[in-house]
C-alpha cells in the first residue's frame, strides 16, 4: 500500500505546475495539455517507485536443536541448523543449512556457538560456499562451557549463499535451548 497518498498527489500538482511555469515558451493550450499529461506520467511513475514499490520481507533464525555435541577431526563439517524457529520468506534450507540470498540488497546476520571447553570452539561464516566472512572461535581452557557470536552487515547479491562451518579439530554443542544459533534478515534491498 502506498503511504500518505493523498499527499503524494499534492506534491505531484505542485511539481507539476512548478514545472509548466518554468517550460519554454508554448505555441497553443494543446501543448501545455501535452506538456502536463507527460509531467503527469513521468511523475506517478517515480512516485509509485519510490513509494508503493513493496518491499521484500526475508528473516531466517535456526539452531542446531537436539542434535546434541557436533565434533570434528577430519576436515570441516557442515553445519545445518534443521530447528526453524523463523523462516520469513522461505530464504533458508533446514535441510542443507544454506541461507539463500532472494534478493540484491544489504542484509544482517549473526550467529552464536557453544560447546564444552575441554576440546576448541567454532563456528564459520562461508560466503558461496569459499569465502570466509565471519568466525567465532574459542580454544581449550578447562572445565565448563563457552559461548561466543559474531555478526555483521554483508551486501549479498541476488542469488549469492550463506552458510556455517565447523573447522577441522574443533566442536560445537546445542539442544532444545537452542544455544548455537544462525540468523539473519533483509535490512533494505539495493
Not at 494543446?30 to 509531467?39: E, F, K, P, S, T
Not at 520481507?57 to 570441516?76: D, E, H, P, Q, R
Not at 563439517?77 to 544454506?98: C, F, I
Request: proline share 4%; aromatic share 8%; hydrophobic share 40%.
Amino acid at each position: 500500500m502506498c503511504r500518505s497518498l493523498p499527499g503524494l498527489l499534492l506534491l505531484l500538482a505542485l511539481a507539476c505546475l512548478a514545472r509548466s511555469g518554468s517550460a519554454q515558451p508554448v505555441d497553443s493550450q494543446a501543448d501545455v495539455g501535452l506538456l502536463l499529461r507527460q509531467l503527469i506520467r513521468h511523475y506517478i511513475k517515480h512516485i509509485y517507485d519510490s513509494f508503493c514499490t513493496e518491499t521484500p520481507k526475508i528473516a531466517f533464525a535456526a539452531s542446531l536443536g537436539g542434535n546434541g555435541l557436533v565434533k570434528t577431526t577430519n576436515g570441516n563439517k557442515d553445519l545445518v541448523y534443521k530447528d526453524v524457529l523463523t523462516n520469513v520468506g522461505g530464504a533458508y534450507n533446514p535441510a542443507t543449512g544454506v541461507f539463500t540470498a532472494p534478493t540484491r540488497g544489504v542484509y544482517y546476520v549473526r550467529f552464536t556457538a557453544n560447546a564444552p571447553t575441554d576440546f576448541p570452539m567454532s563456528a564459520v561464516l562461508y560466503k558461496n560456499g569459499a569465502e570466509i566472512q565471519l568466525i567465532a572461535h574459542e580454544q581449550t581452557s578447562g572445565e565448563g562451557s563457552d559461548t561466543a557470536s559474531n555478526g555483521a552487515t554483508v551486501l549479498l547479491e541476488r542469488g549469492d549463499t550463506l552458510s556455517m562451518k565447523l573447522w577441522q579439530n574443533t566442536q560445537i554443542w546445542d539442544n532444545s535451548n537452542h544455544h548455537s544459533t544462525f540468523s539473519g534478515f533483509l535490512l533494505f534491498p539495493m
